[in-house]
Antibody, heavy 122, light 108 residues
Framework: QLQLQESGPGLVKPSETLSLTCTVS??????????WGWIRQPPGKGLEWIGS???????YYNPSLKSRVTISVDTSKNQFSLKLSSVTAADTAVYYC??????????????WGKGTTVTVSS | DIQMTQSPSSLSASVGDRVTITCRAS??????LNWYQQKPGKAPKLLIY???SLQSGVPSRFSGSGSGTDFTLTISSLQPEDFATYYC??????????FGQGTRLEIK
């Protein structure tokens, strides 16, 4: 059974770079059928898509975050990673990684990690 | 960018009630619409994809309908475990996604 697990520092200082990794187990990140992505949820608020990556390395970012986001993939480790630069308190959130599966032309996020809380504070 | 608007933002209902949540897209997205359920402290769970396809393992009391710009999620008979927040998500611009703001379903 496919599982995703987020990892990384729970506390980041303002202006620094947030770095998280999602480890995929029970399946290969190199499958051509899936995208892999990051979603976040500020405290008490809704879900925000951050960006997605294909195993080949093609990336797609939320325009509102694009200037600060980098998503990368390491197929040898079955992992993909998120870097968010110049963070502020507004970046405090639970960060989720998720698999984007497809049926025909319809994509959806069918497997999620449990989420990791990142707080931006000095 | 495609914007997704859900209504209502919150609603109260009782066990056994039939409940409908609406999601509207800012432009036509055909049937590229997914629904998720999220309980406090948990990751979202996929309920419906492609507007009306029930994800494996999801109870049949959940159903989705709509196409174009207007979509609905219906729970035919509310169960205690259904009280949660529900999100719609467009996948028309895959792999660029947009979520609705969420609908909180509370016990009356």
């Amino acid at each position: 059974q496919l599982q995703l697990q987020e990892s990384g520092p729970g506390l980041v200082k303002p202006s620094e770079t947030l770095s998280l990794t999602c480890t995929v187990s029970g399946g290969s990140i190199s499958s051509s059928s899936y995208y892999w992505g990051w979603i976040r949820q500020p405290p008490g608020k809704g879900l925000e898509w951050i960006g997605s990556i294909y195993y080949s390395g093609s990336t797609y970012y939320n325009p509102s975050l694009k200037s600060r986001v980098t998503i990368s993939v390491d197929t040898s480790k079955n992992q993909f990673s998120l870097k968010l630069s110049s963070v502020t308190a507004a970046d405090t959130a639970v960060y989720y990684c998720a698999r984007h599966a497809v049926s025909g032309y319809y994509y959806y996020m069918d497997v999620w990690g449990k989420g990791t809380t990142v707080t931006v504070s000095s | 960018d495609i914007q997704m608007t859900q209504s209502p933002s919150s609603l109260s209902a009782s066990v056994g009630d039939r409940v409908t949540i609406t999601c509207r897209a800012s432009q036509s997205i055909s049937s590229y619409l997914n629904w998720y359920q999220q309980k406090p402290g948990k990751a979202p769970k996929l309920l419906i994809y492609a507007a009306s396809s029930l994800q494996s393992g999801v109870p049949s009391r959940f159903s989705g309908s709509g196409s174009g710009t207007d979509f609905t999620l219906t729970i035919s008979s509310l169960q205690p475990e259904d009280f949660a927040t529900y999100y719609c998500q467009q996948s028309y611009s895959t792999p660029r996604f947009t979520f609705g703001q969420g609908t909180r379903l509370e016990i009356k």
